[in-house]
């Protein structure tokens, strides 16, 4: 009897570790799932830092750093669209209405032209 209970408490903590693993794996999966992948948008932001100037002002030069930066950026519009709208993008002083011209002012010519982006749409 004691080997019996011993093996059915064995079964049931295998039971509860496959559904431990289950849930944090579906918390990783969906944590991974977001615009930008495994890095939330603000994060990603960070990287278009060169874009500051040209976010802020249509009629400033938008540095080749910054078009490199938003053509790997744009082939996932979704995310360009997160960073661009994203706190940090704010809070560094960008102007949504100016960053959605940065594509096309870095002639990128695959760029997403009306990828709609909240209230903007990208030209």
Same mark, same amino acid.
């Given at each position: @009897?004691?080997?019996?209970?011993?093996? @059915? $408490?064995?079964?049931?903590?295998?039971?509860?570790?496959?559904?431990?693993?289950?849930?944090? #794996?579906?918390?990783?999966?969906?944590?991974?799932? #977001?615009?930008? #992948?495994? %890095? *939330? +948008? $603000?994060?990603?932001?960070?990287?278009?830092? &060169?874009?500051? /100037?040209?976010?802020?002002?249509?009629?400033?030069?938008?540095?080749? !750093?910054?078009?490199?930066?938003?053509?790997? /950026?744009?082939? %996932? &519009?979704?995310?360009?669209?997160?960073? /661009?709208?994203?706190? !940090?993008?704010? %809070?560094?002083?960008?102007? &949504?209405?100016?960053? @959605? !011209?940065? &594509?096309?002012?870095? %002639?990128?010519?695959?760029? +997403?032209?009306?990828?709609?982006? #909240?209230?903007?749409?990208? *030209?």
């Amino acid at each position: @009897m004691h080997i019996k209970s011993s093996l @059915m $408490d064995t079964y049931v903590l295998s039971r509860l570790l496959i559904l431990v693993l289950c849930i944090y #794996g579906l918390k990783t999966a969906v944590h991974g799932a #977001g615009e930008c #992948g495994r %890095n *939330p +948008p $603000d994060r990603e932001a960070i990287k278009l830092a &060169p874009c500051a /100037m040209a976010a802020q002002d249509k009629s400033a030069k938008v540095s080749a !750093t910054c078009c490199v930066r938003i053509k790997q /950026m744009g082939k %996932n &519009p979704k995310c360009l669209c997160a960073v /661009m709208l994203s706190s !940090t993008a704010r %809070n560094s002083g960008a102007k &949504p209405e100016i960053s @959605m !011209t940065i &594509p096309k002012r870095c %002639n990128i010519a695959d760029r +997403p032209i009306g990828y709609k982006c #909240g209230a903007y749409s990208l *030209p």
